[in-house]
C-alpha cells in the first residue's frame, strides 16, 4: 500500500499560478508513472498530465501549453506547474501513480485523496 500526499491547492485568480506536489514515499518501489487528474463538480475525472519514469510526458487537450509536470525518480515525487489558470480549471486534482510490484510484477494504481484548486474570475 502506498500513501500520497499531496499539496499545493488553494484558491487563485484568473491568470495566476499555482504548484501541486504528489509524493509517495521515497521507499515506494516499482513505479512507471505518475500524474495528475481532476475531477469538476458534475463532470467525468480527466487527465491533467502524466509523466513516465523514462521522462515521457502526456498533457490534456486542455492544458494547451499553460502546465508542466516533472518528476523526481529518486525521491518519488511529482509537480505539476499551472500558470495562466482560468476559472473552468477549478476542481480537485488528483494525484496517482501506476506500477508493477518488483518481487511479482502485479500492476498497481493508487489515488491520492485530492486537493481543490479554485480559480476566481
Known amino acids: 500500500q502506498v500513501h500520497l500526499v499531496e499539496s499545493g491547492g488553494g484558491l487563485v485568480q484568473a491568470g495566476g499560478s499555482l504548484r501541486l506536489s504528489c509524493s509517495a514515499g521515497?521507499?515506494?518501489?516499482?513505479?512507471?508513472?505518475m500524474g495528475w487528474y481532476r475531477q469538476a463538480p458534475g463532470k467525468e475525472r480527466e487527465l491533467v498530465a502524466t509523466?513516465?519514469?523514462?521522462?515521457?510526458?502526456i498533457y490534456g487537450d486542455f492544458v494547451k501549453g499553460r502546465f508542466t509536470i516533472a518528476g523526481d525518480n529518486a525521491k518519488n515525487t511529482v509537480t505539476l506547474q499551472m500558470n495562466s489558470l482560468k476559472p473552468e480549471d477549478t476542481a480537485v486534482y488528483y494525484c496517482?501513480?501506476?506500477?508493477?510490484?518488483?518481487?511479482?510484477?502485479?500492476?498497481?494504481?493508487?489515488w491520492g485523496q485530492g486537493t481543490q484548486v479554485t480559480v476566481s474570475s
Open positions: 509523466i513516465s519514469s523514462g521522462g515521457i510526458t
Open positions: 521515497e521507499r515506494a518501489s516499482g513505479i512507471n508513472a
Open positions: 496517482d501513480i501506476e506500477g508493477r510490484t518488483k518481487n511479482n510484477g502485479i500492476p498497481f494504481n493508487y
